[in-house]
């Protein structure tokens, strides 16, 4: 099944068939509250026993979800050698990426549509984009293993959280990870492809074999499969639960694919800004085999509200 969070005379969530009609889910209008009942299958079967709605092209397609939590992994080798010369400047991968699939929370507040503007983030310059898929956690666990992991997960969307490469770049000094340079939006859409859609697609040591292309302003920048992941994504849920919980509608985004899933992976491969940082006017397409096209136009945002840098303070005690 493929569920759409869309709008046509308020909000409405559907299941999307093959010709593009949408079929409103019956007492439902909220996929995050309907993963958290556990009755989404149930749901979903139900829904082809109503009439039938309009088709996707016809509204607009909201945010799949508002998640309770974001994290954002880093699983590609690729991504990571190009960024780190972008980003920090320094080679290679580090040691330590390879001990675990490491993350950062992103921010739940952040998700925009599969079509809606995105701003450029106060403050930035150098605007990029992230090819990703999510994997969304249908119900709670804890300290998984893999194999239960698997159960835990629903199913897949697209992902890109959109990066101020010249804000993370200055603010990932600090040793905390990246804040305001990706906290301005994150897509995810268009549908929720649940996991046994894409059961087909499994390859024989367990990952997902997908096609990635990202596009900008029609033009090819980047291909590559999401199986040249080094972690699957059952073992990326087993870590996240790992001492804590992962809970029903949590994002769990693949980090950026390799080959060109952004422009600072070229930049670094490249040693110049080539393609250069995304403009208002321009339109990053993103496909994913199995689970369809996001599509954003980038526009002029809002300008940074000044601050004071911080303070020289005399350090009284008590």
Not at 6 to 26: A, F, K, N, Q, S
Not at 211 to 226: F, H, R, S
Request: a negative charge; charged letters at 25%; one cysteine or more.
């Amino acid at each position: 099944m493929r569920f759409a969070s869309y709008e046509h005379h308020g909000r409405r969530l559907g299941i999307v068939e093959d010709d593009g009609r949408l079929y409103p889910v019956p007492g439902h209008d909220d996929l995050l509250a309907l993963i958290r009942s556990g009755r989404a299958h149930e749901a979903g079967t139900a829904t082809l026993d109503v009439p039938a709605g309009p088709k996707v092209r016809d509204v607009r397609l909201l945010p799949l979800l508002h998640p309770p939590t974001v994290r954002d992994f880093v699983t590609f080798e690729e991504h990571v050698e190009g960024v780190r010369r972008s980003v920090e400047g320094t080679a290679g991968v580090p040691a330590q990426w390879y001990e675990a699939p490491t993350f950062y929370f992103g921010n739940p507040y952040a998700m925009i549509g599969a079509h809606d503007d995105v701003p450029v983030p106060p403050g930035s310059s150098v605007l990029d984009f992230e090819l990703e898929v999510a994997a969304v956690i249908g119900r709670e666990g804890r300290d998984l293993t893999p194999e239960q992991a698997r159960d835990h997960i629903i199913g897949y969307t697209i992902f890109n959280d959109w990066s101020a490469r010249d804000l993370q770049s200055a603010e990932m000094k600090v040793g905390l990870g990246p804040c305001k340079g990706k906290d301005t939006a994150t897509t995810l859409g268009p549908y929720l492809v649940t996991a046994d859609e894409l059961e087909p697609y499994r390859d024989a040591d367990g990952f997902l074999r997908l096609a990635l292309t990202a596009e900008v302003n029609g033009e090819v920048v980047g291909k590559d499969l999401l199986s040249n992941m080094s972690w699957t994504f059952e073992e990326m849920v087993a870590y996240a639960s790992r001492g804590t919980a992962v809970m029903p509608g949590d994002v769990l985004g693949s980090g950026t694919c390799g080959n060109g899933g952004c422009l600072a992976e070229l930049w670094g491969v490249r040693g110049e800004q080539t393609p250069p940082p995304l403009r208002p006017g321009d339109v990053v397409t993103l496909t994913v085999e199995g689970i369809g096209t996001v599509s954003n136009r980038v526009i002029t945002g809002s300008s940074a509200v000044p601050l004071p840098t911080g303070r020289h303070r005399p350090r009284s005690r008590p």
